[in-house]
């Protein structure tokens, strides 16, 4: 299993920063695509920016030029800039990666995707 644990969210006023960081940890696994989502009050979860292992960054037009995403591949650890935030950013922020994992059991890599708990994200204006 990889399991996934968001930190960096809080309160902040319209026009502020913050920065999201998420690290990837368990069983022996090779991460593909790792990135964000978020689900705001009353909508379905979408696409915020995701990241592959070759070095591709793809965002959600609502977020280009204002989030930047990145990744630390030796930490397993992705990131998340958020710049000039603006009260329709409030939404609960998730973590997702996918790639393989070794199954200790069965000593045989399998394909997983995973997703972290969220940290929320609150833009006042």
């Known amino acids: 299993q990889v399991q996934l644990v968001e930190s960096g969210g809080g309160l902040v006023q319209s026009g502020g ?4 960081s998420c690290p990837a940890s368990g069983s022996p696994f090779r991460i593909n ?4 989502y978020r ?9 915020v920016a995701t990241t ?9 037009e609502s977020v280009l030029g204002r989030f930047t995403a990145s990744r630390d591949n030796a930490k397993n650890t992705v990131y998340l800039q958020m710049n000039s ?4 950013d409030t939404a609960v922020y998730h973590c ?3 790639g393989r994992v070794l ?3 069965t000593m045989a890599w399998a394909d997983f995707r ?4 969220g940290t929320q994200v609150t833009v006042s204006s």
């Open 39 to 47: 689900q705001g009050p009353g909508k379905e979860r979408e696409l």
């Open 103 to 105: 199954g200790l059991a």
């Open 85 to 88: 935030l603006k009260p329709e």
């Open 114 to 117: 995973s997703w972290g708990q």
């Open 96 to 98: 997702y990666a996918d």
């Open 33 to 36: 695509v790792m990135g964000w």
């Open 17 to 20: 920063s913050l920065r999201l």
């Open 52 to 60: 592959t292992s070759g070095g591709s960054t793809n965002y959600a």
